[in-house]
């Protein structure tokens, strides 16, 4: 009996470590800000929108989710950040009174945003007070995206280069061959940079050298960019009014959804998929649960 229940104990330990390695499994849902409804729509994985929120929007541009799962949106002609829940209720995190576009968080959670107008990188906390991060070097920025190493890079769209900052907002010139009009920006897994040409309609990829190639084509007016947890590359094209996908190197862009108008913002919710936490809580329950029962 006891060489069974050994048995089983390493059966079952087994088990549970094979689930738990599956708990970094995700399911995307994207969302999409729209120029052209003054609305945020969430897109499922066949490209259906669906309406989201539209509390405080005025022209909704950058999008960012925290770390907690709240969603961020600038509002250029409010001036303001709102900041929804998952039901779409909505209330201002901050209104700086600047015509803002792109966001993204840093590791510690502060949001960062681009002030197209005064050519400035803003740094706002919790509360919403904000300080200038950056400001030498930037012309009409754009799209922002972090690094791994805590890099904040810029589409500086003006002077068709990315710039890099560090975390004192001093910034070099990152890249400048293959830009035209460079909007949004986002990194794939594997540490590679990627940008929205607006000015030819393409994306082009960097690697941490620097060093450009191009990626994509077929594109209108690219605006925000973002990968899924595929690696699928997701475009918010303003010019051919839907979200563009591209699947791999030197292909043309597809249409991927059409419901969200004109889209300027994307941003990507990935969580946990349920399934796999149900199988890891259930499985080990009733595998403990059995061996329990048995000893009694």
């Known amino acids: 009996m006891k060489a069974r229940l050994a048995q089983l104990s390493f059966v079952?330990?087994?088990?549970?470590?094979?689930?738990?390695?599956?708990?970094?499994?995700?399911?995307?849902?994207?969302?999409a800000s729209s120029i052209s409804t003054y609305s945020i729509y969430s897109v499922d994985s066949l490209g259906n929108a669906t309406f989201f929120a539209n509390n405080g929007l005025n022209y909704p541009t950058g999008l960012a989710?925290?770390?907690a799962g709240y969603l961020y949106a600038a509002s250029a002609n409010a001036t303001t950040i709102m900041k929804f829940d998952s039901t779409g209720a909505g209330t201002v995190f901050a209104s700086p009174g600047f015509g803002l576009t792109?966001?993204?968080?840093?590791?510690?959670?502060?949001?960062?945003a681009a002030d197209h107008n005064t050519s400035r990188i803003?740094?706002?906390?919790?509360?919403?007070?904000?300080?200038?991060?950056?400001?030498?070097?930037?012309?009409?920025?754009?799209?922002?995206?972090?690094?791994?190493?805590?890099?904040?890079?810029?589409?500086?769209r003006g002077n068709n280069t990315i710039e890099k900052f560090n975390s004192l907002g001093v910034g070099t010139l990152f890249a400048s061959s293959g830009l035209s009009s460079p909007a949004g920006l986002a990194f794939?897994?594997?540490?590679?940079?990627?940008?929205?040409?607006?000015?030819?309609?393409?994306?082009?990829?960097?690697n941490s050298l620097g060093v450009g190639a191009l990626f994509g084509t077929g594109l209108g007016i690219p605006?925000?960019?973002?990968?899924?947890?595929?690696?699928?590359?997701?475009?918010?094209?303003?010019?051919?009014?839907?979200?563009?996908?591209?699947t791999s190197a030197g292909g043309a862009a597809s249409v991927f959804s059409t419901g969200a108008g004109y889209p300027f913002g994307l941003a990507f919710q990935q969580i946990p998929e349920p399934s796999t936490w149900n199988l890891l809580v259930l499985g080990c329950a009733a595998v403990f649960g059995g061996l329990r029962w048995r000893r009694r």
């Open 122 to 156: 803003l740094k706002f906390s919790s509360s919403g007070t904000f300080t200038v991060f950056a400001s030498a070097g930037l012309n009409d920025p754009m799209g922002m995206a972090f690094d791994t190493n805590g890099y904040l890079y810029v589409a500086n």
């Open 223 to 246: 605006n925000e960019i973002a990968f899924d947890s595929a690696g699928n590359l997701y475009v918010a094209d303003e010019g051919i009014a839907a979200i563009m996908k591209l």
């Open 12 to 31: 079952s330990v087994a088990l549970c470590l094979l689930f738990a390695g599956q708990r970094n499994s995700r399911a995307d849902t994207l969302y």
């Open 102 to 112: 792109a966001m993204a968080f840093d590791s510690a959670g502060n949001l960062f």
């Open 188 to 206: 794939d897994v594997a540490g590679n940079l990627y940008a929205g040409n607006q000015g030819n309609g393409t994306v082009e990829t960097f």
């Open 65 to 67: 989710f925290d770390s």
